[in-house]
Structures are given as structure tokens and as C-alpha cells.
């Protein structure tokens, strides 16, 4: 070693406080020339399994292949997207107590939402719908409503979810039904006739 660079490894040492500092191994001759082959095997080993995914790649017919990372699950895809749609609607009950705070977290969650629908995700809420047995819902259970002429959905509980037009998530509901049917539906008479 040089008296430069000998110089520079003992002022790189010198930055640290004395207990810290690492002492320069102490081999033989025969170590450093045992070492130096290690070091050479293990360059030939890294060189020729290269060699070997090149050609190996090179035979094979071109396929594209699966991004490297993270796979996103579709379960996992569904339960996020359902758990925005919880927070749009709790964000109205926050937003009588701190409006200024609601409208920030709205503008996140609005947000995020259209990220999704760009990715593909349509979150669909049912409130509202006509209901018919039909539909590809899952009704957690039905009450009556005298106002209703027709059944209707009266809550989502969890939305349906699609992914690329492909449903990832059936949604459960409550269905409001009409009361007692008219007794001119039912086809008895009226008494006074």
C-alpha cells in the first residue's frame, strides 16, 4: 500500500473514536492468496450463471411476463373500495360538527375515488333502486313500508364493486317492500257492493 492511501485509510479511521475504529485483519501470505481465489470462484460462479439466464432467456419464446412487486388481490381490491365508500358517507355526519375539516377529508376521499375509476374500480351505491329478484344483490332482509308502491332499496349496507366491468363484490341491501296489498289487488270484494 502506497504511503497515500495508507494515509487515507488511517485519516478515514481517525474520524471515528478510537474504540470504534477497525483494525487492518492480520493474514498471512497464504490467506490473502486463498482469499484472492475464493473471490476469483465466486466471479467465475456469477459470470457463468449469467451466461446461463441469458441463454436460457434467449431459447425462450418471448412471453411477457408478470410485473415484479406486490400482487393486488381482488378481495383486497373490493374491501378497500367498500371502506371509501363507508368514509364518503360518514364524512356527512363529521361535517355538522368541524365543516372546514369534512371538506378537506372530502376532497381526499373524492380523490381517491376517481383514482380508482380510472384504475377501473366502479363503486356502486343502491339507495333508491327499484328492486327485483333479478338483481345480482344479496338482501340482508325487507321491511315494510307503506309509502312504496313497488320494492325498493331503502339502505346500502356494502356496494357492489367492479373491476374492468367484472364484478369483484356483490352488494348487500335492505329492501323496503309495500305494505298489506289493496283489497282489489288481492281480488276480494268490497262489502258494500
Excluded: C
Excluded at 410485473?67 to 374491501?79: F, I
Excluded at 313500508?145 to 367484472?166: G, I
Excluded at 317492500?177 to 270484494?189: F, I, K, L, R
Amino acid at each position: 500500500m502506497s504511503g497515500l492511501a495508507r494515509w487515507r485509510v488511517e485519516r478515514r479511521q481517525r474520524r471515528y473514536h478510537e474504540p470504534f475504529r477497525i483494525a487492518e485483519p492480520e493474514w498471512t501470505a497464504s490467506e490473502r492468496i486463498r482469499l484472492a481465489r475464493l473471490l476469483d470462484d465466486v466471479a467465475d460462479t456469477l459470470a457463468a450463471a449469467k451466461r446461463s439466464t441469458q441463454s436460457a432467456q434467449s431459447t425462450q419464446d418471448v412471453q411477457p411476463q408478470a410485473p415484479a412487486g406486490p400482487v393486488l388481490r381482488e378481495k383486497d381490491l373490493a374491501e378497500a373500495a367498500t371502506n371509501l365508500w363507508r368514509a364518503q358517507r360518514r364524512i356527512t355526519k363529521f361535517a355538522d360538527e368541524n365543516p372546514r375539516e369534512a371538506k378537506r377529508v372530502g376532497r381526499l376521499l373524492v380523490a381517491t375515488h376517481d383514482a380508482l375509476r380510472q384504475a377501473g374500480v366502479l363503486i356502486q351505491e343502491h339507495d333508491g333502486d327499484e328492486y327485483h329478484p333479478g338483481l345480482s344483490l344479496e338482501v340482508l332482509a325487507y321491511q315494510d313500508d307503506p309509502s312504496l308502491r313497488v320494492e325498493m332499496v331503502q339502505e346500502t349496507v356494502r356496494p357492489s364493486v367492479y373491476l374492468a366491468d367484472k364484478r369483484i363484490q356483490m352488494g348487500q341491501v335492505i329492501v323496503g317492500s309495500p305494505a298489506a296489498q289493496h283489497t282489489e289487488d288481492t281480488g276480494e270484494e268490497d262489502a258494500s257492493a
